[in-house]
């Protein structure tokens, strides 16, 4: 019985070390492309492995969509890419029955959500419409079409971006929406010395062209399992239990459950990238603001943003 423990042990400490190695591996090849935002990287690549979605918002021009397209140059797997623009059909999302008129029969074909990958690219410039067709697949891997429920690929990740500027001409996205994003990251300007980097880099073909993947569908699904392993002790759930409460006692809308449930996965990823097979309150504490924050709404009138109000619950709440 105890041999049989420790082999079981031992296996699991092997995967949670072959998918923080290839963690690192998938983080130093975007790396390639992407200069100066390690701490992005590495919260998108957690995000993967943590079975969740990643929203880049910011100014155009900083490379939110270079670094989705070399994410999922990184993995050898399928990837579409969704250009949404106001006069995008929820069917252009998800697909269409077709009829065929040798068969006598509707054939299903499926549209660019069916990918490993998924680029939804300005993705606030589609009406609510269009973005609810994503809401179904993002939260259980599916999707449905006139009564008939049909399956996206294993894994599945949506990384989509939005403009932070031109409001008057984009669609503010539902709550529901952004609830099932894991993650919401921003990129800012470079520095100098990067945006210097970045100009070098680009001279002649840019890197982008030549990235290999370094990781197969196959290698990311091993992964994602190892990290639901992840130990996770009763004190840490609490923790994040209380994290999210204060954010509900503190703001109009405060964390769901889904939130809290995103921010322990996204903290068992972190440990495997940190080489653990446990979870502790640090883990907790660096994803919590990219992975709460976008639920929250502020208070009316109130001084304190959603990430001033995650910021004070990780100083008021107890370890």
């Given at each position: 019985m105890?041999?049989?423990?420790?082999?079981?042990?031992?296996?699991d400490a092997?995967?949670?070390?072959?998918?923080?190695a290839?963690a690192?591996?998938?983080?130093?090849?975007v790396?390639?492309?992407?200069?100066?935002?390690?701490?992005?990287?590495?919260?998108?690549?957690?995000?993967?492995?943590?079975?969740?979605?990643?929203?880049?918002?910011?100014?155009?021009?900083?490379g939110?969509?270079m670094?989705?397209r070399?994410?999922?140059?990184?993995?050898?797997?399928?990837f579409?890419?969704?250009?949404?623009?106001?006069?995008l059909l929820?069917?252009?999302?998800t697909?269409?029955n077709?009829?065929?008129?040798q068969?006598?029969?509707?054939e299903?074909r499926?549209?660019p959500?069916?990918?490993?990958v998924?680029?939804?690219?300005?993705?606030n410039?589609?009406?609510?419409?269009t973005?609810s067709?994503?809401?179904e697949?993002?939260?259980?891997?599916?999707?449905?079409?006139?009564g008939?429920?049909?399956?996206?690929p294993?894994?599945?990740?949506?990384i989509?971006?939005?403009?932070?500027?031109?409001?008057d001409?984009?669609?503010?996205?539902p709550?529901?929406?952004?609830?099932?994003?894991?993650k919401?990251?921003?990129?800012?300007y470079?520095?100098?010395?990067?945006?210097?980097?970045?100009?070098?880099?680009?001279?002649?073909?840019?890197p982008i062209e030549?990235?290999?993947?370094v990781?197969?569908?196959e290698?990311?699904?091993?992964?994602?399992?190892?990290v639901?392993r992840?130990r996770?002790?009763a004190?840490?759930?609490?923790?994040?239990?209380?994290?999210?409460?204060?954010?509900r006692?503190?703001?109009?809308?405060?964390v769901?459950?889904r939130g809290?449930?995103?921010?322990?996965?996204?903290?068992?990823?972190?440990?495997?990238?940190?080489?653990?097979?446990?979870v502790?309150?640090?883990?907790?504490?660096?994803?919590?603001?990219?992975?709460l924050?976008?639920?929250i709404?502020?208070?009316p009138?109130?001084?304190?943003t959603?990430?001033?109000?995650?910021?004070?619950?990780?100083?008021s709440?107890?370890?």
């Open positions: 105890s041999d049989n423990v420790a082999a079981d042990t031992t296996g092997d995967d949670v070390e072959a998918a923080g290839l690192r591996r998938v983080a130093e090849n790396e390639r492309v992407i200069v100066g935002h390690p701490d992005t990287v590495e919260h998108i690549v957690t995000a993967v492995l943590a079975r969740g979605h990643v929203l880049l918002e910011d100014v155009p021009g900083v939110k969509t670094l989705a070399a994410v999922a140059r990184s993995v050898d797997c399928t579409k890419r969704i250009q949404f623009t106001p006069d929820p069917s252009d999302v697909g269409v077709v009829f065929n008129q068969t006598r029969e509707f299903f499926p549209g959500i069916f990918a490993n998924v680029l939804g690219d300005e993705i410039r589609a009406p609510p419409k973005q067709a994503l809401l697949a993002m939260e259980e891997t599916q999707v449905t079409v006139d008939e429920t049909h399956v996206v294993d894994p599945f990740v949506v989509a971006t939005q403009n932070s500027v031109e409001r001409r984009t669609y503010e996205l709550a529901a929406e952004l609830d099932r994003f894991m919401k990251l921003h990129l800012g470079p520095d100098a010395a990067d945006e210097s980097e970045v100009l070098a880099r680009v001279v002649g073909d840019h030549g990235l290999d993947p990781a197969t569908a290698d990311v699904r091993a992964a994602r399992r190892a639901s992840v996770v002790e004190d840490v759930r609490e923790y994040v239990t209380e994290l999210a409460r204060y954010t006692d503190h703001a109009q809308l405060g769901s459950p809290s449930i995103s921010l322990l996965r996204a903290a068992q990823a972190r440990a495997v990238l940190d080489g653990r097979d446990y502790i309150p640090d883990d907790v504490q660096r994803e919590a603001v990219v992975t924050a976008h639920r709404r502020e208070t009138g109130g001084d304190r959603a990430r001033d109000v995650v910021g004070a619950a990780l100083d709440t107890p370890v």
